[in-house]
């Protein structure tokens, strides 16, 4: 018995993962949780205690894209990693760190480009969005660094073309330790531009970030 209720268990949390995946690349749902309490819904297990880990669905994100997006996936993977070369020269002066989906290869259409860059001050990236003529909004973050130390961070955000980029400013400091990743909760890896061009350098698909050494974590 005890067997058989290991087994439904095993599956339940098999279906919960896929369905999770399929949510975050079909809906656009970037936040694991919210992921996951929304596949437990319509799997019809609201209360259930057999959540998957994170990285399990980012897993489960890189083989549904494998299987029904295939190489379409793979040419918007390629356009925002361009996107994310060009802020990335654009924004050179504040030693911007390309980070999440576009990185690791899981991004897809409803990704965005997201960066951190490193200021004295929020205020030099306000003057220097608002010298360029670029319309930005402006939010905040809270970000984890340590189990229980959090901080909350500026955001900028502008379109560029059809891609969103996403901007957090750390201070010069923020260089030396990257926040907790919300997938393994291990440091966020991060890429600088010539980590960006040996990507792009390769064929473009999930597996080069997997093989390119990531400079400026």
């Known amino acids: 018995m ?11 949390r098999q279906r919960l993962t896929q369905e999770a995946a399929r949510i975050m690349v079909d809906e656009g749902v970037r936040d694991y949780y919210q992921a996951k309490r929304k596949a437990a819904v319509r799997l019809a297990a609201p209360d259930t205690q057999n959540m998957p880990r994170n990285r399990e669905i980012q897993e489960a994100v890189a083989e549904y894209q494998r299987l029904f997006q295939g190489e379409g996936q793979v040419q918007r993977l390629r356009e925002l990693r361009e996107a994310a070369r060009e802020a990335m020269q654009f924004f050179g002066r504040f030693r911007p760190r390309l980070v999440g989906a576009v990185l690791d290869g899981t991004a897809g259409d409803w990704s965005d480009v997201s960066l951190h860059l490193f200021a004295d001050t929020p205020e030099e990236l306000d003057v220097f969005l608002m010298d360029n003529g670029i319309p930005f909004e402006w939010a905040e973050r809270r970000l ?73 974590r």
């Open 2 to 12: 005890a067997k058989q209720a290991t087994t439904r268990d095993q599956r339940m």
């Open 144 to 216: 984890r660094f340590k189990r229980d130390a959090w901080a909350t961070l500026p955001v900028y955000r502008f379109v560029a073309g059809d891609v969103m980029v996403d901007m957090t400013v750390f201070t010069p400091d923020g260089l030396r330790q990257a926040p907790l990743s919300p997938v393994d909760g291990q440091p966020m890896e991060r890429a600088n531009l010539q980590a960006l061009e040996a990507l792009l350098a390769g064929s473009g698909g999930q597996d080069d970030a997997l093989t390119i050494p990531l400079v400026g």
